[in-house]
């Protein structure tokens, strides 16, 4: 069964705007952490944020946030006022038996999402 | 700040050829995993070694082989290469289990 299920292949959005990326995720463990990459044409694999199973609020780095909901299973990233350096692939990832943030278990990636911002 | 060195960044090879893929974690970073991407496709895990030990195998053919070296990197052996081994190889380091990942090497085989 996936693990990581992001059903959006491609996304666009306008300069400025803010667009949201879906994320689902599957695990029988209670720890957990979550992850978003960007893959941009040019290959290099960029960590934009992470959320622990336990975190109670949503975590935010700059302009990404992480809208996560637990009961849903569910850790969508918020890119608010994209810019056109935005377009690139954008993966989610999970690594079980995450404890506090710390654990060395290996990352399983979702299918990625193109995303194209439109000037 | 420095981040994973991989080496070479891109490498072709023939059918029946090996190829070594090199990582140089991040300094003082204890752990090291790799990562296999195809075109199209979402990063595939192979293996991971912590303080110099195997600590987690992934989908990795048994031609392949890797190893941590006593100073951290580590090389991702390749033999008897197919036309389904191109793909970009991820090395990434950890050492509080944020992972940070390498430039990749681009592996084409012909």
């Known amino acids: 069964a996936q693990k990581i299920t992001q059903t959006q292949p491609g996304m666009f959005v306008q300069e400025k705007e803010a667009v949201t990326l879906d994320c689902t995720y599957d695990?029988?463990?209670?720890?957990?952490?979550l992850f978003w990459y960007k893959q941009p044409s040019s290959g290099e694999m960029i960590f934009l944020i992470y959320?622990?199973?336990?975190?109670?609020q949503n975590a935010t780095e700059g302009r990404y946030s992480l809208n996560f909901q637990k009961a849903r299973k569910s850790a969508n990233l918020v890119i608010s006022a994209s810019q056109l350096g935005d377009s690139a692939m954008y993966f989610c990832?999970?690594?079980?038996?995450?404890?506090?943030?710390?654990?060395?278990?290996?990352?399983?990636f979702g299918q990625g999402t193109i995303l194209t911002v439109h000037p | 700040a420095a981040g994973v060195i991989q080496s070479p960044r891109h490498l072709i090879k023939e059918k029946r050829e090996t190829a070594t893929l090199k990582c140089y974690p991040i300094?003082?970073?204890?752990?090291v995993y790799w990562y296999q991407q195809g075109p199209g496709q979402d990063p595939q895990f192979l293996i991971s070694?912590?303080?110099?030990?195997?600590?987690d195998k992934g989908s990795i053919p048994d031609r392949f082989s890797a190893q941590q070296f006593s100073d951290y990197h580590s090389e991702l052996n390749m033999s008897s290469l197919e036309l389904g081994d191109s793909a970009l190889y991820f090395c990434?380091?950890?050492?509080?289990?944020?992972?940070?990942f390498g430039p990749g090497t681009r592996l084409t085989v012909l």
């Open positions: 959320q622990g199973s336990y975190d109670e």
């Open positions: 070694f912590y303080e110099k030990m195997q600590s």
């Open positions: 990434a380091s950890s050492l509080w289990g944020q992972q940070f």
């Open positions: 300094p003082r970073h204890d752990t």
């Open positions: 695990t029988s463990d209670q720890s957990y952490g």
């Open positions: 990832a999970m690594r079980e038996g995450d404890a506090g943030g710390t654990s060395y278990g290996k990352l399983t």
